[in-house]
Each structure stands twice: as structure tokens, then as C-alpha cells.
């Protein structure tokens, strides 16, 4: 090795993130850095448009110079072979972190239960104990209308991925569609479920591109899938012996459930079959998510290009199933949809749930209930919340464990992902919310402001804001 540093050469590989050698083994200077990586890695690629990329040796990102890297390896690096360097594209576009709170809009009287950005992060809506569902002028930052016709608390809301609608869901066990343009309930009031609504899911835009059908569950252990545009419940979906607690409609024509029941169950949607019985967890199962979450929760807008068809109105169904077809396949690559699920029995699961009953991995290490659990929009990680006070980040392909944030001084609600995959954003009970950096694993912002527990945080899909409203009856709305 004495005698390589005396060189000051190495021999090297690129390879990409499925592990397919790109070009053919060469020789690097010592002194090389991640710039000179990245320039020769385009050139190899033969990419028109530079491309940034992140380099790793095994699980060791390279972050200064080659050199630097050798120095704190612990154990010899055998120089005499090839160091297979793989090469992570990111994002291209880059959200810096919130830093201030701009507006506090209050208007709601009691808690702020749900936020939730459109998909092309134009349009902001909010769901409260006081049974009413808010749309707010993000640009602005005043009131735009105020949604009244539950006559409980709004426990759930969800955008249809092409932005026209907004489904919410009471503690009433009623479903109501809203117009975010006009304030206006859209269609009948669904009814059917016999308590109240725990969760609601869209089917992904590239398999509808006029958002018809949307998916929900209940304490009542069903799921029932809806035609919005008759306002008729069309299947029912019933095999969970508890409380339904989440619902993921996927990419594949598969839709996913988890229970109190302990399990997790596939459904085919289009016959409402049962698939197949997930089992492993020891406890209730609280969340889960799909590593193409963010793809199908922003349909035809890709926020690398800024505002999409989706927002101009000018696209067809036909065009924006395509756009969001695209980027579904992006986010999903070559290989199967993954799922993450928690748990109150403090652990992680990772699942191929189109194919195999039995787990890709389980990740322990909370010690308390979790709460939360969201894919980064590159799929390359995995972030949970956990009443333990921390967030933990896990690798996305292997479910193998990174690191422990730590800042927060009472349990951790809700995280929310940038649209770069660098940022990542909690709430929590402590009235604070926190931006963490992923890649540093390190804390980046503490955002004091709200007077009590944080609920519910959103950061937009175009990386501008994070919204956030809790226990104070306030919603907050953060920027750079």
C-alpha cells in the first residue's frame, strides 16, 4: 500500500447502483476528487447534460479525494485489484432548507389534524377537529375557502394525483370530494363504511387518468373502493378481523392494507381478490409506505421540470397517464415495488408484496411504537418516526440500517421528504419541527414556532414550503 501512495495511482471500476460495470477498469490519481469523478463518470456515460452523481466504495461514500478515502479506511485496501467505485445519480435540481416561518394562518378551531400539498405543491389544503376542510392561497399565504359538510373530525385527506380534487374523511365514517378551485363539495357524500374513515388512497394516475377511483379503509375493518364520479361504493374488500389503520394503492393494479389485526394483506383491485397475507409484525401495524409513493402521489409533475401539464389544464387523460407512467417507471426501475411497514412491536418490515409472503428484511432498533414511514422520492432510503423521539434512516434496497437523528425531546408524529431526496422534515410532539440533512445525517434547522404537539407536516412537491399544524389550531407555513 506504501508503495501505491509512493505512485499515487489506483486502479478503478465504475459501477452503476445494479451493479453492471460501466467502461472498462482504469487508472485514477490518488489526488483525484469527487469533481474529477463526476466529470469522467459523464463522459463514460456519454451524457449531454452533466449529471451529479455520489460515489460509494461498499457502504463508504467518497467525499473528498481519493487519498482521503484511502486514509480512513480501517482495515487494507488491496490496491492490486480494481476498486469498483459505484456511481448514484441525484437529483439535479436542489431544495435548500426551510429556515423561517412566513405566515401562521389561523382560521381553524380546533386541532390541525392533516396538510397535504397538491401534487404540483400549488395548492394547499388542511383537515381539523372542527369538521371542516381549509384551502389556503400559498402565495398569499390568507384563506381561500373554507369546506363545511362533516359533522365530525377530519381524520384523513388526499389529493387525486392529477390536482382537480381533494377526498377527506370523518370520524363520521363519510367520505366528501372538494373542488380546490371553487371550495364546492364535488358528487354525492359516500357512505357505507360503519366507523370512521382511518385512511384514503387514489388509484395512481397512470392507470386512470381521470382520477375515478379512490380507495378507503376503516376502524371497521373494511376497505371499500369507490367510483367518484357515480359516488357508488363498487367493491368491498373484507378479510382484516381489526381496525384497518392504512391503505396504498400501487403502480401494479395491487392495493395494499394494514391492520390492528397484526397483518398486511395484497388485493387485486380489479377483481377485489386477495393476493396474498403479509405476517411477521407482533403487533398492531400503524404505517406503511411504497418506495414509488412520491412518483404516484405526483402523478404527471416532475419537479426537476418545474410545473407540469397536470397544473396548465391543457393535457388530455391520455397525456397525463403517460407523463405519470414515465415517471412510475422511473421511480420503480427494473425492479418490483418495495413496501415498508410499521409497527407498535417497535420494528420495520420490508417487503416485495407483488411477489413473496416473506420479508427482504426486519429492521429493529426503535424502542418505542412507530409512527411514521416514508420512502425518499429516489427510493434510496428509508425514514421512520417513532414515539422513541428519534428518526431513523435505513438503506431503501436492503432495509439495512444508517442512522439515528436525534433532536427531538418527545415522540416524532411525522416526517415528510424533500423533492430532492437531500432534506428531510419531522414534527413532533415537543412543538418543534426539525430539517434534517440525509446524506450528513445531521441536523440542519430547528424550527421552533408552534405552541403545542405538531401533527401533521407536509413539505411541497416543488421543495418551496413545508407546512405544518398541530394541537395550536394553527397552520404554519415555512420557506428558505
Known sequence: MAEEEEVGHILAQFRSEDG?????????????TTEHLQAVCNQILDNEDAVPYSFFVGEDEIKGSLNDWLTGQKSKVDTEKAIEIVYQPQAVFRV??????????????????????????????????????????????TPHFTCKGHSHWILYMAWSPDGQKVASGCKNSEIRLWDPKTGKQVGRTMTGHRKWIT????????????????????????????????????????SHTQNVTCIRWGGEGLLYSASQDRTIKVWRTDDGTLCRTLQGHGHWVNTMALNTDYAIRTGAYDPAKGAAHATQGSASAEELTTLAEERYQAAKGSNKELMVSGSDDFTLFLWEPADNKKPVARMTGHQQLINDVRFSPDTRYIASASFDKSVKLWDGKTGKFIATLRGHVNAVYQISWSADSRLLCSGSKDSTLKVWDARERSILMDL??????????????????????GKDKVLKVWRT
Open 20 to 32: 453492471e460495470n460501466t467502461g472498462a477498469p482504469f487508472d485514477l490519481p490518488l489526488s483525484v
Open 96 to 141: 435548500r432548507p426551510v429556515t423561517r416561518c412566513t405566515s401562521s394562518m389561523p382560521g381553524h378551531t380546533e386541532a390541525v389534524i392533516s396538510v397535504a400539498f397538491s401534487p404540483d405543491g400549488r395548492h394547499l389544503a388542511s383537515g381539523s377537529g372542527d369538521t371542516t376542510v381549509r384551502f389556503w392561497d400559498i402565495f398569499t399565504e
Open 199 to 238: 385512511c384514503l388512497a387514489w388509484q395512481p394516475l397512470h392507470k386512470d387518468g381521470v382520477c375515478r377511483y379512490l380507495a378507503s379503509s376503516s376502524k371497521d375493518g373494511d376497505i371499500r373502493i369507490w367510483n367518484t364520479s357515480i359516488g357508488k361504493c363498487e367493491k368491498v374488500l373484507t
Open 448 to 469: 421552533p414556532g408552534h405552541s403545542d404537539e405538531v401533527f401533521a407536516v407536509d413539505w411541497s412537491p416543488d421543495g418551496e414550503r413545508v407546512a405544518s399544524g
